[in-house]
């Protein structure tokens, strides 16, 4: 395994923080959709979880991995779940270990490192593995995860190859445990009302589309690293855009056009992914979307649609926090919830009651569908058809 933790944790992560802090926690001002967002209250659960909810049975979650992501985001987002609990970690570094079992009261059996990671199939207190390491690592851990016959999470992208995700759909469905990838804003009320206005048609037929996520990256880490990363910010950043663009329309592309951006370091930082990548989706009805992504520049996040009665838009809208959305008939009124929370008490809500995750392997697979053909389109300077990606969609109607 490469030794990733020589790298910089310096990382977009910290960036997505900074910018979600700064913009402050919500928007304030009349809503003028008014009774309409009354359908983004949290999901009631199934019977299996509200019978745990009296009971105070939690899932216990191992995370692997214990950087930036788990510690600034997954592990207090599990001091506020309902069905779930943190309970146990994996990690190479035995300082990070001794500072995690202190602080979260994790005991001494429920602490793994990489080559130790195969016992906790005999743990029962480990219900769910999160695996949240270096892309290129995915692959591996999780296909361990199934072996291991626990349920698990993974974070996105899914892998560094649309092979990689099927070796990894078929290993989980080999062990018949769930498998959900961390695409937290499906369970985030600004882009469940975007999914809401765009799929129902609220303002009519969306006629374009457009959407960005960048940073301005300042030392090596190892998003920069081929190996590790798979490729550059369209892995990282970019897909948040993809993913908004589909979610919002509810459909997938037939196509996609792309180029690369111009690399201002191709001798440092972006020797081995790109700098940036613009890229366009187009879809079966016409309809364009725009979208751009860059580690050599800082940009909003913004996802917007126009459509022929009106428009919607988030800015920013893939953050942690302070999200802010906006429509042709005012601001939207919504309150920012913890993302990871929601998230993960809904992958213990499908385990408990043996139903569907609205982000399962598949989707993951699709994005990485999508995303090769992004670079085959920006390498060759053609359009890439994606009209045989994986037919998976997260419909509004549906939950």
Same mark, same amino acid.
């Given at each position: 395994m490469k030794n990733f933790n020589s790298f910089s944790a310096v990382s977009r992560r910290e960036f997505m923080r900074t910018l979600s802090l700064g913009m402050g926690a919500t928007l304030a001002g009349t809503s003028a959709l008014g009774s309409s967002l009354a359908w983004l209250e949290e999901a009631s659960y199934g019977p299996a979880s509200l019978a745990a909810l009296q009971t105070g049975r939690q899932l216990g979650v191992a995370l692997v991995g214990l950087g930036g992501y788990s510690t600034g985001q997954l592990a207090p987002a599990l001091q506020k779940t309902k069905l779930c609990k943190l309970a146990g970690i994996v990690t190479g570094t035995p300082s990070k270990a001794a500072q995690w079992k202190q602080q979260y009261s994790i005991p001494d059996q429920n602490v793994y490192d990489y080559k130790t990671f195969d016992r906790i199939a005999d743990n029962p207190a480990i219900d769910i593995i999160y695996i949240v390491l270096p892309v290129g690592l995915h692959a591996e851990y999780v296909e361990r995860a199934a072996k291991a016959g626990k349920h698990v999470i993974c974070e996105k992208p899914m892998a560094n190859t649309a092979a990689d995700c099927r070796r990894m759909i078929t290993a989980m469905q080999k062990a018949g445990k769930k498998f959900s990838i961390g695409y937290r804003l499906h369970f985030e009320p600004h882009n469940r009302e975007m999914m809401r206005l765009g799929q129902q048609q609220v303002y009519g037929p969306i006629k374009k589309m457009k959407a960005d996520n960048g940073f301005r990256a300042g030392s090596k880490t190892w998003r920069q690293d081929?190996? /590790?990363?798979?490729?550059?910010?369209?892995?990282? #950043?970019?897909?948040?855009?993809?993913?908004?663009?589909?979610?919002? %329309?509810?459909?997938?592309?037939?196509?996609?056009?792309?180029?690369?951006?111009?690399?201002?370091? !191709?001798?440092?930082?972006?020797?081995?992914?790109?700098?940036?990548? @613009?890229?366009? $989706?187009?879809?079966?009805?016409? $309809?364009?979307?725009?979208?751009?992504?860059?580690?050599?520049? @800082?940009?909003?996040? /913004?996802?917007?649609?126009? *459509?022929?009665?009106?428009? #919607?838009?988030?800015?920013?809208?893939?953050?942690?926090?302070?999200?802010?959305?906006?429509?042709?008939?005012? !601001? #939207?009124?919504?309150?920012?919830? !913890?993302?990871? *929370?929601?998230?993960?008490? =809904?992958? *213990? =809500?499908?385990?408990?009651? @043996?139903? !569907?995750?609205?982000?399962?392997?598949?989707?993951? /697979?699709?994005? $990485?569908?999508?995303?090769?053909?992004?670079?085959?389109?920006? *390498?060759?300077?053609? %359009?890439?058809?994606? %009209? =045989?990606?994986?037919?998976?969609?997260? %419909?509004?109607?549906?939950?």
């Open positions: 081929k190996e /590790l990363a798979g490729g550059g910010p369209l892995m990282d #950043m970019g897909i948040y855009c993809l993913q908004g663009i589909i979610y919002t %329309k509810g459909q997938l592309p037939v196509s996609v056009t792309a180029k690369f951006a111009p690399n201002p370091d !191709p001798n440092g930082l972006f020797n081995e992914v790109e700098a940036g990548v @613009n890229w366009q $989706m187009q879809f079966a009805d016409g $309809m364009v979307a725009d979208c751009r992504t860059s580690y050599a520049e @800082n940009m909003s996040g /913004l996802l917007r649609a126009d *459509a022929t009665k009106g428009w #919607m838009e988030l800015e920013p809208a893939f953050g942690y926090g302070g999200l802010q959305g906006r429509t042709s008939q005012g !601001p #939207m009124n919504i309150e920012n919830v !913890p993302q990871q *929370a929601r998230q993960m008490d =809904d992958f *213990a =809500d499908c385990i408990l009651n @043996n139903k !569907p995750t609205r982000v399962p392997g598949e989707m993951g /697979l699709r994005d $990485m569908q999508i995303i090769e053909a992004i670079y085959r389109a920006a *390498a060759t300077g053609q %359009k890439v058809s994606t %009209k =045989d990606v994986v037919a998976v969609l997260d %419909k509004v109607s549906s939950r």
